[in-house]
């Protein structure tokens, strides 16, 4: 199975705190730096998780962009897309004691892709593809993305989407975020309980899958309970969780939830 995912490469810097911020002073976390970005974490999942996986966005050839690409090629990822000389965007999580994060975002160069930009051959032979949704959020972006969804369709491809944070949606225009993935018709969504609340729920005839955290998730009306885990960071266990039911559907899903909150940091383990 090939699964290509259309979005972002982004450097990830997550901080796990031993305690709270104290302003003007210093924290003792654990950090790990590594490639991020939700289309970038989904397509290392499959890989992971024993499907061929291919990342299409625009990139930097920075210091931040080799570190990021350098990470997600080491994980088996095919990278794909336009390079330009800098603008790699950096997403900073700060992760409290009980594993939830926080993130500072910056997109960088993503958020440029050109529908003119993509070339076909990036998605042939593509059998799902996966497209995240802060592409939705500004152009040119969301013409590249209307467009990637036309070619893989030619593939025969299915097609999914994964919210962008409720923040991004609200910036956006919660009826004119809902509009624009309405319009890729995808047979699948991904949303957790405020990005469904913020878009105004279900779709009508799309898949909705609907992340409620360490409680459960709902597989389009198939109920499945978190399994067990030690909740270290959830940072990426919503792109875990995509990239678990693309490849092997609900029980895979859930089991690379699991994983992912398990560590520090959005990528799966090394092989």
């Not at 291919?54 to 210091?63: F, H, I, P, S, T």
């Not at 609200?170 to 699948?188: K, W």
Request: hydrophobic letters at 45%; proline letters at 5%; a negative charge.
């Amino acid at each position: 199975m090939l699964v290509c995912a259309l979005g972002d490469l982004l450097l990830d810097v997550v901080a796990r705190l031993d305690r709270p911020l104290v302003s003007g002073a210093d924290t003792p976390a654990r950090t790990v730096v590594s490639a991020g970005g939700q289309a970038a974490n989904v397509a290392a999942w499959a890989v992971a998780l024993g499907a061929q996986a291919r990342l299409v966005a625009k990139r930097a050839d920075d210091e931040s962009g080799h570190l990021a690409a350098m990470a997600l090629e080491r994980l088996g990822v095919e990278l794909c897309g336009p390079v330009v000389a800098r603008g790699t965007g950096v997403v900073v999580s700060l992760v409290e004691r009980d594993g939830e994060r926080s993130l500072a975002s910056d997109r960088g160069v993503s958020s440029d892709l050109r529908p003119e930009e993509l070339d076909p051959e990036w998605f042939a032979g593509c059998d799902h593809l996966h497209v995240s949704g802060y592409c939705l959020a500004q152009e040119p972006a969301r013409s590249a993305a209307q467009r990637a969804v036309e070619i893989a369709r030619r593939q025969g491809a299915t097609v999914s989407v994964d919210l962008a944070a409720f923040t991004v949606i609200e910036l956006c225009g919660n009826q004119r975020f809902r509009g624009y993935v309405s319009a890729l018709a995808p047979d699948v969504v991904f949303a957790n309980e405020d990005e469904d609340r913020a878009i105004g729920g279900a779709i009508p005839g799309t898949a909705w899958i609907l992340k409620r955290g360490a409680r459960d998730a709902s597989f389009d009306g198939d109920e499945r309970a978190a399994a067990p885990a030690e909740v270290v960071d959830t940072t990426g266990a919503g792109d875990a969780l995509a990239a678990g039911w693309i490849v092997g559907g609900p029980t895979l899903a859930v089991a690379a939830a699991a994983t992912c909150v398990a560590q520090v940091g959005s990528m799966p383990p090394a092989p």
